[in-house]
C-alpha cells in the first residue's frame, strides 16, 4: 500500500517514495499537505458536540450522515495559537488504518488549498529541530514546491492511536 | 486477535474464562492461553509491587502449559482444574496487590499436582522465561516451514472465504452427527456430514492445504463407506469423525491466526495419527488411539505426495463444482437462518416454542429452509446508519418553518405516509441484525454430551424457544458465560446416577435450556434439577472471605448470589459450587458487558436456576434527554428512579462540599454533571435545578441537569475506537436536530464522582449492590 511505503521512508535522505498527490491546507502562516487517498471528503465547519475527558484538542465528535466521528483542531495539536472558526474553516474527514479496523477522523484547519503533484526530488526528509519544538515525528518530508514549502504530515501519527494512547494515560 | 494494551486484571480474567473452555485434547484453546500469559508476562512489569513475582509465575504457567501441548504432561480435565487454580492465585495476588508467600506456595503446589516442578524441571528461575518466549516466538520451530508457508497464502480472499465456511461446515457437521447418534440409519444426515467433508476436501485442495485436505479426504472415504452399507455408522466412527473435526478446527484456526498475524505462527500439525485411525476404522478394525494427539514442532512436513486417484478426484471435482457451489450455499443458508419448521435435535429433546408436536416424519421436512443471502455486516450497519439519517432528515425537513407553513391537506398526507414507510424502513433493518439464538444453544448440545460422558452422568439437555431472536452482536459474547453456566450445572449440579437414585429421583438429569422474551429483554436460563447450591457453605465462605459479618441477614436468594463476587469461588474447599475455582463473577462481568443482569435462583436437593437477562439490542435503548447548559445529555431509562426538584430542607452537605439529598428517607449523593463534565450550567443553585434520581448495582445517585428534554429511542453509536472508554459516557447517539447527544455510562460516571471518596464506604457498597 502507498500510505504503508510513504511512512517506512522517513529517514532515507532522499525521498522518492513519497511522490504521489497531496491535499494542502493551511494553519496560520504555515502550509501542510496530507496523502490524499487517506483524505475521504472536506466538509464545513458544523456543530461540534464537545466529549469530556478528553484533550483540549479534541473538539469533540460530529455526525456526519450518521457516523458520529471524533474530530480534532490541528492548531491545538500543533500548540498554536486557537482562533475563531469562520467560514473558511474546513473539516478534512480522512480515514486511515488503525490497530482495530479504519479510524475515520475529522480534522479541524484554517482553510483548505489544493491538490499537488509532488515528485519525489521536490521532497526533503524533515529538519531536526531538538526537543525544544517538540518531535518532527509526524512530519514526513518538507515538500518545495515553486519556492513554497509544504510540510506533508504523516496522517496517522497525526490522529492515529498515539492519540487514544495518550487519552489511556490521562 | 487481541486488540490494544490490556490491564492484567482482563487479561487474567480473559484466561480464566478459557481455562474453563478447554476440553482435553483442545490444543487450540491452550494455544490462546498461551498467548494470554506471554502478555500477562510482558505488562507485569509495569504492575510495580507484584511484578517480578507475577513475571515468574507466568513463567511456570507457561512452561506447564507447553508440556502439555507437548504431550509430556497429561491434558486431563483434572489438570486443567490445578491450573485454573494457579490462575486464581494469581488473581488473588493482583487483587490484594502484594504476594503473600502463602499464596506463592499455592500456586506451586497447584502446578506440581499437574506434574510440573518449579523449579527442578528447568534449570534456573531466570531461565525459564527465555526458554518459554523462545519457543513461542516461532510456534512451528524450524524455518523450512516457514518457508512453506507462502504456498497457500496466495489468495488471502479466498482463504478468508475458505476459512469462514469451513467452521461452519464444522459446526454442521458436529451437529448432524449429534442427531446421528440418536437416529443412526437416517441416510439424509449422513449425507449432511458427507458433504461438508467433501467441500471441505475440494476447497482446501484447490488452495493447496494439503494436511487439510489429506484429512478430509481420508474421512469422506470412511463416511463414503458409511453411506453405501459397507460399514455401519456405529459410535467408533462417530467419536472419530468428531475428534477429526475438531482437530481440522484447530487447523482451520491456526490458518486463520497466520492469515491475520503473520506467517510465524505457522503451526505444524501432524494428521498422520488421525489418518491412520480413520484407515483402521475403514479397514473394519478398531480404533486404538496410542497418545493424545499433539503438533509436532520441528519435524519437516509430511505432505503425502497427490497421489493418481487423488489426481482423478480432482477431475471429479472440477465436474462436481455445481455441487459443491450448491453445498456451500446450502449450509450457509443454514447458519444464517433459522428453519421455519423447528428442527429437531436429538441428544436432547428440543421443543420448538408453542409447536410442540411429534417431531417431524422423514429427513424431507428436517432441513427445509427459507432462502437467505449472506451480507458483510459492516453493509448492514451502513444501511442501519443511512435509514438512521434518514428519518432525521424526514424530521428536519416537515418542521422546516417554511413547510410547515404549507397548510395543504395533500401534503401532510403525503408526510405521513412517507414516515410509515421510513419507520417500516427502520424496524425492518434493526431486525436484519437478529438472528435466532438456535446456533448458540447447539453447541451446548456437543458440550453437555462430551461433560456428562467424562463425568459418567446421564444428563438430558432440554432446549426451548432456539427460535427466540438477539442481536447479532451478542451472539458470540454471550457464548462463554452460557458455557460455563452449563458446565457448573452438569459438572456440580447434577449427581451421578446411583446417588440420584438415593434421593428419589430419576437417573437421568435433565438440564434446562430456554430462551424467551419478556418486556424489553430477552431472559436465558439454565436450569438443573440437581442438588442446588449448598446455600449454608456459601454463607460460611463469604463471612471467611469478610464480604458479610456473622450477625448479617441475608435472604438465601442473597445468599447465592454471593458467588457473583469477585474471588468467590476461588476458594478450593467448596467443591460443590466452585467450578475450576474461578469465580463465577467472569459471567456476571460478561453478562453486564452486554447490559444485562444475571441471578441464580436455587432450592436445596430441587436444583438451581440461573436467569440471565439480556436487553433486546444492543443498538436501542431508551433515553431521557437532559440538558445542561449547551450539552445535551441521554441517561438510560432503565436506571432512572425518578426526577425532582430539590427542596432546602432535604438537602444536607458534608464538610460544605459532598452534598446529599434525602429521598424517601435515604442519603443520596448529588452528583453534577456540570462539574464531571467540565461544562458551564445554567443553574449552580440545586434548587432551581431538577436532579434526576438514578439507580446503579444498587447505587443512589442524584443527577442534576438544568431541564429534561423528553424522551425517546436512539440508536447507540459508537465514538470510535478513537474514543473508547471515556469515563462516564457509553456511546453517542444522534437527536432530532442531527447534533450528537453523548449517551451516559452510570458505571463510569460514579466511579468519577466518587473517585475521592473513602474506601470504606466503597467496599460496603460492593455489598449492598448485589442485593437487588
Not at chain 1, 514549502?149 to 490522529?159: A, E, P
Not at chain 2, 484453546?29 to 506471554?38: D, N, Q, R, S
Not at chain 2, 459397507?230 to 484447530?250: H, N, P, Q, W, Y
Not at chain 2, 514442532?297 to 497421489?307: I, T
Request: with cysteine; glycine share 8%.
Amino acid at each position: 500500500m502507498a500510505a504503508k511505503d510513504v511512512r517506512r521512508g522517513e529517514n532515507l535522505q532522499v525521498m522518492p517514495e513519497l511522490a504521489g498527490k497531496y491535499l494542502t491546507f493551511v494553519l496560520g502562516e504555515e502550509e501542510y499537505g496530507i496523502f490524499i487517498l487517506q483524505v475521504r471528503e472536506i466538509i464545513g465547519i458544523m456543530e461540534i458536540t464537545s466529549v469530556p475527558h478528553t484533550p483540549p484538542y479534541v473538539k469533540g465528535v460530529i455526525n456526519l450522515r450518521g457516523r458520529v466521528i471524533p474530530v480534532i483542531d490541528l492548531r491545538l495539536k500543533f500548540a498554536m495559537a486557537a482562533r475563531e472558526y469562520d467560514d473558511r474553516t474546513c473539516i478534512i474527514v480522512v480515514e486511515v488504518q488503525g490497530r482495530e479496523g479504519t479510524i475515520m477522523v475529522g480534522m479541524l484547519v484554517d482553510s483548505v488549498s489544493e491538490v499537488v503533484n509532488v515528485s519525489g526530488t521536490e521532497v526533503e526528509p524533515p529538519p531536526v529541530f531538538g526537543t525544544k519544538f517538540g518531535s518532527s515525528d509526524n512530519i514526513l518530508g518538507m515538500a518545495k514546491i515553486n519556492n513554497e514549502v509544504k510540510i506533508l504530515l504523516d496522517t496517522y501519527k497525526v490522529i492515529g492511536e498515539g492519540v487514544v494512547e495518550h487519552f489511556e494515560k490521562k | 486477535m487481541v486488540k490494544g494494551v490490556k490491564k492484567t486484571s482482563d487479561i487474567l480474567d480473559e484466561m480464566a474464562l478459557k481455562v474453563l473452555m478447554i476440553e482435553p485434547g483442545d490444543l487450540s484453546v491452550v494455544g490462546e492461553l498461551l498467548e494470554l500469559v506471554e502478555q500477562l508476562v510482558g505488562i507485569s512489569s509495569k504492575e510495580v509491587e507484584v511484578g517480578p513475582v507475577l513475571a515468574e509465575m507466568g513463567s511456570s504457567f507457561n512452561a506447564a502449559l507447553e508440556k502439555i501441548i507437548m504431550g509430556e504432561l497429561k491434558d486431563s480435565a483434572e489438570n486443567f482444574g490445578f491450573l485454573g487454580r494457579c490462575i486464581s492465585q494469581i488473581q488473588e495476588i493482583v487483587r490484594k496487590n502484594q504476594a503473600e508467600a502463602k499464596d506463592i506456595k499455592i500456586f506451586n503446589d497447584n502446578l506440581a499436582a499437574v506434574g510440573f516442578r518449579v523449579g527442578s524441571d528447568l534449570p534456573g528461575g531466570g531461565d525459564v522465561a527465555k526458554e518459554g518466549e523462545a519457543s513461542l516466538s516461532k510456534p512451528a520451530g524450524g524455518k523450512s516451514a516457514i518457508a512453506d508457508v507462502p504456498d497457500f497464502l496466495q489468495d488471502k480472499e479466498l482463504l478468508a472465504g475458505f476459512i469462514e465456511e469451513t467452521f461452519e461446515h464444522l459446526e454442521s457437521i458436529e451437529v448432524n452427527i449429534l442427531d446421528l447418534e440418536h437416529s443412526p440409519d437416517d441416510e439424509e444426515i449422513i449425507n449432511n456430514i458427507f458433504r461438508p467433508f467433501h467441500t471441505i476436501k475440494g476447497v482446501s485442495g484447490f488452495l493447496n492445504l494439503k494436511l487439510i485436505n489429506e484429512l478430509a479426504h481420508t474421512t469422506e472415504n470412511l463416511l463414503d463407506d458409511v453411506r453405501n452399507g459397507k460399514r455401519a455408522m456405529d459410535s467408533d466412527v462417530i467419536d472419530v469423525v468428531l475428534s477429526v473435526g475438531d482437530f481440522l478446527r484447530s487447523m482451520v484456526q491456526n490458518i486463520k491466526d497466520v492469515l491475520e498475524k503473520g506467517a510465524e505462527y505457522y503451526q505444524e500439525f501432524d494428521i498422520s495419527e488421525y489418518v491412520t485411525l480413520v484407515r483402521t476404522l475403514q479397514e473394519g478394525g478398531s480404533p486404538v488411539r496410542s497418545t493424545a494427539v499433539k503438533t509436532v514442532p520441528p519435524a519437516p512436513q509430511q505432505v503425502l505426495p497427490l497421489g493418481d486417484d487423488e489426481a482423478d478426484d480432482e477431475v471429479d471435482e472440477a465436474n462436481e463444482d455445481d455441487f459443491v457451489e450448491e453445498q456451500v450455499l446450502a449450509s450457509t443458508v443454514k447458519a444464517v437462518v433459522g428453519p421455519a419448521d423447528g428442527s429437531r435435535l436429538s441428544t436432547s429433546k428440543v421443543f420448538a416454542g408453542a409447536d410442540q408436536s411429534e417431531a417431524p416424519a422423514g429427513p424431507i421436512s428436517r432441513n427445509r429452509l427459507g432462502a437467505s443471502i449472506k451480507v458483510d455486516i459492516e453493509k448492514l450497519d451502513g444501511l442501519v446508519n443511512a435509514v438512521g439519517e434518514l428519518v432525521i432528515m424526514q424530521t428536519m425537513v416537515q418542521q422546516n418553518p417554511l413547510v410547515s407553513k404549507l397548510a395543504d391537506p395533500k401534503l401532510t398526507k403525503d408526510f405521513s405516509q412517507l414516515s410509515r414507510i421510513t419507520s417500516e424502513l427502520q424496524k425492518t433493518a434493526m431486525a436484519m441484525r437478529m438472528v435466532p439464538i438456535r446456533q448458540t444453544f447447539q453447541k451446548m448440545i456437543r458440550l453437555v454430551r462430551d461433560l456428562s460422558k467424562k463425568s459418567g452422568k446421564l444428563v438430558d439437555l432440554v432446549m426451548i424457544g432456539e427460535e427466540t431472536e438477539i442481536d447479532r452482536n451478542m451472539v458470540d459474547s454471550i457464548y462463554d458465560p452460557l458455557v460455563h453456566m452449563i458446565r457448573n450445572s452438569v459438572d456440580h449440579g447434577v449427581q451421578v446416577p446411583a446417588e440420584r437414585e438415593a434421593v428419589g429421583k430419576s437417573p437421568t438429569g435433565t438440564v434446562k435450556l430456554s430462551a424467551y422474551q419478556k418486556g424489553g429483554y430477552i431472559v436465558i436460563e439454565i436450569e438443573d434439577d440437581g442438588q442446588g447450591l449448598n446455600t449454608e457453605k456459601v454463607r460460611q465462605k463469604a463471612i471467611e472471605r469478610g464480604l458479610i459479618k456473622e450477625d448479617d441477614h441475608l435472604t438465601d436468594k442473597e445468599l447465592n448470589n454471593l458467588v457473583f463476587l469477585p474471588g468467590f469461588s476461588t476458594a478450593d474447599k467448596i467443591t460443590d459450587v466452585s467450578g475450576r475455582g474461578v469465580g463465577m463473577d467472569v459471567v456476571k462481568k460478561a453478562v453486564e458487558k452486554l447490559r444485562g443482569k444475571v441471578e441464580v435462583i436455587s432450592q436445596p436437593g430441587e436444583g438451581s436456576q440461573c436467569v440471565i437477562r439480556l436487553p433486546l439490542t444492543l443498538a436501542i435503548i431508551d433515553g431521557i434527554i437532559v440538558r445542561v447548559g449547551a450539552e445535551r445529555y441521554i441517561i438510560p431509562t432503565i436506571a432512572i428512579q425518578e426526577s425532582i426538584r430539590p427542596t432546602p430542607n432535604f438537602y444536607n452537605t458534608v464538610h460544605g462540599k459532598g452534598e446529599t439529598l434525602t429521598i424517601r428517607n435515604r442519603l443520596v449523593p448529588i452528583i453534577r454533571l456540570n462539574e464531571v463534565f467540565g461544562v458551564v450550567a445554567e443553574y449552580e443553585d440545586p434548587f432551581e435545578a431538577i436532579v434526576v434520581v438514578v439507580e446503579y448495582e444498587g447505587r443512589q445517585r442524584a443527577l442534576m441537569v438544568d431541564e429534561l428534554l423528553g424522551k425517546q429511542e436512539v440508536v447507540i453509536k459508537s465514538l470510535g475506537g478513537y474514543m473508547k472508554d471515556i469515563k462516564g459516557v457509553a456511546g453517542g447517539t444522534i437527536l432530532g436536530d442531527g447534533r450528537v447527544g453523548l449517551i451516559l455510562d452510570l458505571a463510569g460516571l460514579i466511579a468519577v464522582s466518587e473517585s475521592s471518596v473513602p474506601v470504606e464506604e466503597k467496599e460496603e457498597e460492593v455489598i449492598t449492590g448485589n442485593k437487588d
